[in-house]
């Protein structure tokens, strides 16, 4: 089997040069000059900027949201694959340079709308390419699509087979079903318990990490899945990933250790939806029986006061980077998601963080229904005096406008007032009854963010900073 990382080979056409390393350690760390330099070329390729957009949210771009007609971008995709520039030959060189005869599987894998039409456009090169070969699709995104997938009667003739969730096991499955060859894995997992629902050694190969930045080289690896929380209104999570399973805190420490051994790499993202108080307590204490110099890593929480005791513990384990999902310090809006927070504890559990030298990315959503913009704005002036008053620059930030998208509780059950004017067929988000004061206010959060150099081409339009991670983080394209 082999991984295709079509984001990074893009990427690296843009630079991709990690420069002056930032405190801050996984997504929100990256080099967002040359990821913003990328979108844009990529959003300016698609042939699609001139199409009349359909249900378009008010702070949307339309290209990076998918906000069109079906036939719009099947017509696209159409006229890039039928033109050798710029996509059809560079798909073709990256796609025949990974396999030396016609793959009997080829996976897509789309985890947010800015993926569909380079996913849409590989799908039908390998059809004409390799005809004989079986397609699938994949991903959070396709997951949440749902139905609306298996109805699309443009798709049918790029892919054969659908898979939802979490599918390793049936992914695998079909490659032992459909391939010539045997399958045999090429490491061997990580020790877990028996009921372990997966593998927690992820594999690596040295090709592909080659592609990266050395300097800031951090691998992704998940200890869990699901949200234990899982009731903000807002969020797809207990869509997009139904089932909460628990962590087996030595099996991750011995993964990580592993990991480290086999590619001397010692920067970490933890990718699990919420690693709870408990959980980063006991992970820190498993590190401690799998010493590792050097250790960095960072994992994404919910605001909880028993995270202030354990500050300096989880900086001395290596935690570098936290992000918690504050939301809003709104009562009002801390009621409409279903995420109460006292704002002092709040201030107190991100300033004993940095203090403890942990960077806090801080997530903060703006614009929700009935909100003014004096709110916003106070809440923006409570994030800024946090970040003067902590040390070293180490209260981050992911600064985005409430988005309604499909499967979350506040779409299917709409609290008064708000109006769903309709979503795109490959859309991530309605368009509504935004308030009007949002599109001006987007300028004034694009501002904060850049100032901290984390400026993305998605900001002011993502529900939740771990969606809008998931909606550009790299798509492997797998082939085998």
């Given at each position: 089997?082999?991984?295709?990382?079509?984001?990074?080979?893009?990427?690296?056409?843009?630079?991709?040069?990690?420069?002056?390393?930032?405190?801050?350690?996984?997504?929100?760390?990256?080099?967002?000059?040359?990821?913003?330099?990328?979108?844009?070329?990529?959003?300016?390729?698609?042939?699609?900027?001139?199409?009349?957009?359909?249900?378009?949210?008010?702070?949307?771009?339309?290209?990076?949201?998918?906000?069109?007609?079906?036939?719009?971008?099947?017509?696209?995709?159409?006229?890039?694959?039928?033109?050798?520039?710029?996509?059809?030959?560079?798909?073709?060189?990256?796609?025949?340079?990974?396999?030396?005869?016609?793959?009997?599987v080829v996976g897509v894998s789309l985890m947010g709308p800015s993926q569909v039409f380079v996913g849409l456009l590989v799908l039908r090169v390998v059809k004409e390419i390799w005809p004989g070969t079986t397609t699938m699709l994949?991903?959070?995104?396709?997951?949440?699509?749902?139905?609306?997938?298996?109805?699309?009667?443009?798709?049918?003739?790029?892919?054969?087979?659908?898979?939802?969730?979490?599918?390793?096991?049936?992914?695998?499955?079909?490659?032992?079903?459909?391939?010539?060859?045997?399958?045999?894995?090429?490491?061997?997992?990580?020790?877990?318990?028996?009921?372990?629902?997966?593998?927690?050694?992820?594999?690596?190969?040295?090709?592909?990490?080659?592609?990266?930045?050395?300097?800031?080289?951090?691998?992704?690896?998940?200890?869990?899945?699901?949200?234990?929380?899982?009731?903000?209104?807002?969020?797809?999570?207990?869509?997009?990933?139904?089932?909460?399973?628990?962590?087996?805190?030595?099996?991750?420490?011995?993964?990580?250790?592993?990991?480290?051994?086999?590619?001397?790499?010692?920067?970490?993202?933890?990718?699990?939806?919420?690693?709870?108080?408990?959980?980063?307590?006991?992970?820190?204490?498993?590190?401690?029986?799998?010493?590792?110099?050097?250790?960095?890593?960072?994992?994404?929480?919910?605001?909880?006061?028993?995270?202030?005791?354990?500050?300096?513990?989880?900086?001395?384990?290596?935690l570098a980077t936290l992000e918690i999902g504050v939301e809003t310090i709104s009562p009002a809006g801390q009621r409409l998601f279903d995420k109460r927070a006292d704002p002092a504890m709040l201030e107190d559990l991100i300033l004993?963080?940095?203090?403890?030298?942990?960077?806090?990315?801080?997530?903060?959503?703006?614009?929700?229904?009935?909100?003014?913009?004096?709110?916003?704005?106070?809440?923006?002036?409570?994030?800024?005096?946090?970040?003067?008053?902590?040390?070293?620059?180490?209260?981050?930030?992911?600064?985005?406008?409430?988005?309604?998208?499909?499967?979350?509780?506040?779409?299917?059950?709409?609290?008064?007032?708000?109006?769903?004017?309709?979503?795109?067929?490959?859309?991530?988000?309605?368009?509504?009854?935004?308030?009007?004061?949002?599109?001006?206010?987007?300028?004034?959060?694009?501002?904060?963010?850049?100032?901290?150099?984390?400026?993305?081409?998605?900001?002011?339009?993502?529900?939740?900073?771990?969606?809008?991670?998931?909606?550009?983080?790299?798509?492997?394209?797998?082939?085998?």
């Open positions: 089997m082999e991984v295709l990382d079509l984001n990074i080979l893009l990427l690296n056409r843009f630079g991709n040069q990690a420069g002056t390393l930032r405190s801050t350690l996984g997504d929100h760390g990256k080099d967002r000059s040359s990821v913003a330099a990328a979108a844009r070329w990529l959003f300016a390729h698609t042939g699609l900027r001139g199409t009349p957009p359909l249900h378009l949210p008010d702070t949307a771009d339309p290209v990076a949201g998918m906000h069109y007609p079906t036939d719009a971008i099947t017509a696209a995709v159409a006229a890039a694959a039928a033109e050798p520039e710029p996509w059809r030959t560079w798909l073709e060189q990256q796609l025949q340079a990974s396999c030396d005869t016609p793959p009997a994949g991903g959070s995104h396709v997951t949440l699509l749902g139905d609306r997938i298996h109805r699309d009667n443009g798709i049918r003739d790029l892919v054969d087979l659908v898979l939802a969730g979490h599918c390793e096991d049936e992914f695998v499955a079909t490659l032992v079903r459909l391939s010539p060859r045997g399958i045999r894995r090429p490491l061997l997992p990580a020790q877990t318990p028996a009921d372990a629902p997966f593998e927690y050694l992820p594999t690596f190969h040295a090709r592909q990490l080659a592609l990266y930045d050395r300097r800031s080289l951090t691998l992704p690896v998940q200890f869990s899945r699901g949200c234990s929380y899982g009731r903000c209104t807002f969020c797809t999570y207990p869509v997009v990933e139904r089932q909460v399973t628990a962590l087996a805190p030595d099996a991750a420490a011995r993964t990580i250790s592993a990991l480290v051994r086999a590619h001397d790499v010692r920067r970490f993202s933890l990718k699990d939806s919420l690693f709870t108080a408990p959980m980063l307590r006991t992970l820190a204490e498993a590190l401690r029986h799998e010493p590792v110099t050097g250790l960095r890593w960072s994992a994404t929480t919910k605001a909880s006061r028993a995270l202030l005791p354990l500050a300096s513990f989880l900086a001395d384990s290596g004993a963080l940095a203090e403890a030298g942990i960077t806090v990315v801080t997530n903060l959503i703006f614009g929700f229904p009935g909100e003014q913009e004096q709110d916003a704005q106070a809440q923006l002036a409570w994030l800024l005096r946090l970040q003067a008053a902590a040390p070293d620059d180490r209260v981050d930030c992911s600064l985005n406008m409430l988005e309604m998208v499909r499967g979350a509780p506040m779409v299917s059950h709409p609290p008064p007032g708000l109006e769903l004017r309709g979503v795109a067929p490959w859309a991530f988000s309605y368009d509504w009854n935004a308030p009007t004061w949002r599109r001006d206010f987007v300028a004034t959060l694009e501002r904060v963010e850049r100032a901290r150099g984390t400026t993305s081409p998605m900001v002011g339009t993502a529900t939740h900073a771990r969606e809008q991670v998931a909606s550009s983080a790299a798509a492997h394209r797998m082939l085998a």
